[in-house]
């Protein structure tokens, strides 16, 4: 598993972390069972602080990404694909409402929402 930080992305490691293990999970990388590096080898490995990787731990198991087995370490949740693209869908949703109501309050019309969503795909489609 290869986890790649930069101290000049916009979230905090932690959420790193966190986004491209579940990308990892998500995409089948990481199957079910598998088994994570322990909190303080990825720390040592990442050169950042044991408590950085245990925030990010401790998150994806709230999210049901992955269990902790105390003693024996962490291990990826087998994961209902149905269920995996609900939440997705879900989050999708709650970030294009946010993002309807703050065009709403700036008095932003649709169109440029349009034009805005169309750019950041496209800009996304050139960086793969």
């Known amino acids: 598993m290869n986890i790649t930080i930069s101290n000049q992305a916009e979230g905090p490691i932690y959420a790193q972390i966190e986004t491209q293990i579940k990308a990892a999970i998500v995409s089948?990388?990481?199957p079910a069972a598998a088994q994570l590096p322990s909190i303080r080898a990825l720390?040592?490995?990442l050169q950042i602080s044991v408590i950085t990787t245990t925030r990010a731990y401790r998150d994806l198991e709230a999210a049901g990404f992955i269990d902790t087995v105390p003693?024996?370490?962490a291990f990826v949740r087998a994961q209902d694909p149905a269920l995996l693209q609900e939440?997705?869908?879900t989050r999708i949703e709650d970030?294009?409402?946010a993002a309807i109501d703050d065009a709403a309050l700036?008095?932003?019309p649709a169109s440029?929402?349009?034009d805005m969503l169309d750019d950041l795909l496209k800009a996304g489609?050139?960086?793969?």
């Open 43 to 45: 720390a040592r490995d």
């Open 87 to 89: 939440r997705v869908l």
């Open 106 to 108: 700036g008095q932003v």
């Open 95 to 97: 970030h294009l409402q």
């Open 71 to 73: 003693g024996k370490g």
């Open 28 to 30: 089948g990388t990481l």
């Open 112 to 114: 440029t929402l349009h």
């Open 125 to 128: 489609d050139d960086h793969d």
